[in-house]
């Protein structure tokens, strides 16, 4: 079984920074890619940000210029630096994790719990 665990968010004013990070654990031979999805309330959950096996990085153009993705393949992490925050980047962040190969002939996706992040204004 592999596991997602977030860590970081939490309450920062407006142009603040915040750091959320986030480990995958268990049988894992793998990982395609790494990534973060938000969820605001009453909203459809987005992507903010992933970053293939290989580097290559995703963003929403929300987030461009502010956000910085990373990854440790070797520590099967990712982190999501995020400055200038606005108040419309309040919501749920969840880790992904996409093609992850659990088994010899199984390839998966997993979620983590979600941190929440709130930007006040």
């Known amino acids: 079984q592999v596991q997602l665990v977030e860590s970081g968010g939490g309450l920062v004013q407006a142009g603040g920074s915040l750091r959320v990070s986030c480990v995958a654990s268990?049988?894992?031979?793998?990982?395609?890619?790494m990534g973060w999805y938000r969820q605001a309330p009453g909203k459809q959950r987005e992507l903010v940000a992933h970053i293939t096996s290989g580097g290559s990085t995703n963003y929403a153009d929300s987030v461009k210029g502010r956000f910085t993705i990373s990854r440790d393949n070797a520590k099967n992490t990712v982190s999501l630096q995020m400055n200038s925050l606005k108040p419309e980047d309040t919501a749920v962040y969840y880790c992904n994790a996409q093609g992850v190969r659990d088994g010899i002939y199984s390839r998966n996706d997993y979620w983590g719990q979600g941190t929440q992040v709130t930007v006040s204004s």
């Open positions: 268990g049988r894992i031979f793998s990982i395609y890619a």
